[in-house]
């Protein structure tokens, strides 16, 4: 299977730019990488999905090597209310079953 | 438009006993998805759904079943309930497979 890895922690100060990788080595060669960000008590929330390259939208940027076996997500300018635990879903090329990456939990201080 | 609502939120069980999760998409979205959660494994996939068939499953034991209808609403159940099925049981929906999923609030299973 897919082994998606991220770092466990990471703390920022409000207007930072922050950057989140996920390692996945054995991506499916079709599937989108997608990211998500989960509050205490509340369902995981798109941030942003893309295939390769580079993607941005309103909150935030997705970087994908051509080898596809990593993904950074880029928060450009983070705020307390981005305290959160951000996580990576692809899917594995073997059986093609979604897997979540391990989580990463970000502190924003002011 | 109406979210991903989950039903019931909260559940306690006891060991041995069945259960059976309820899922309702967004109004549109023919692709639902299950994931359960805890603090020691985290996010697994369960199972994923696409106009009423299992286009996949995670790797769970055969306890753990679901469904899909024609109205895209899902139904998981999972039989002879162990103290370790104690999670939350997400689900998620989508336009298509694989695209943006939109996941409801949970239900919270606590198995005694």
């Known amino acids: 299977l897919a082994k998606t890895t991220q770092p466990i922690s990471m703390d920022s100060y409000e207007g930072q730019e922050v950057n989140i990788t996920c390692s996945h080595n054995n991506i499916a060669t079709n599937d989108y990488i997608t990211w998500y960000q989960q509050f205490p008590s509340q369902g995981p929330r798109f941030i942003i999905q893309?295939?390769?390259t580079k993607v941005t939208n309103e909150v935030a940027s997705l970087f994908i090597p051509a080898d596809r076996k990593s993904s950074t997500l880029s928060l450009p300018r983070v705020s307390l209310s981005d305290t959160a635990v951000y996580y990576c879903?692809?899917?594995?090329?073997?059986?093609?079953?979604?897997?979540f990456g391990t989580g990463t939990r970000l502190q924003v201080f002011p | 438009k109406a979210g991903v609502t989950q039903t019931p939120r909260y559940l306690i069980k006891t060991r041995g006993q069945q259960v059976t999760l309820s899922c309702s998409p967004i109004?549109?979205?023919?692709?639902v998805s299950w994931y359960q959660q805890t603090p020691g494994q985290g996010l697994q996939f369960l199972f994923e759904?696409?106009?009423?068939?299992?286009?996949n499953k995670g790797n769970f034991p055969g306890r753990f079943s679901g469904r899909q209808f024609s109205n895209s609403r899902s139904e998981m159940n999972v039989s002879t309930l162990e103290l370790g099925d104690s999670a939350l049981y997400l689900c998620?929906?989508?336009?298509?497979?694989?695209?943006?999923?939109?996941f409801g609030p949970g239900t919270r299973l606590t198995v005694t």
């Open positions: 109004s549109g979205h023919r692709s």
């Open positions: 879903l692809v899917g594995d090329r073997g059986t093609d079953k979604l897997i």
């Open positions: 998620a929906s989508s336009t298509r497979d694989r695209d943006e999923q939109y």
């Open positions: 893309g295939y390769k």
């Open positions: 759904y696409f106009s009423e068939t299992q286009r």
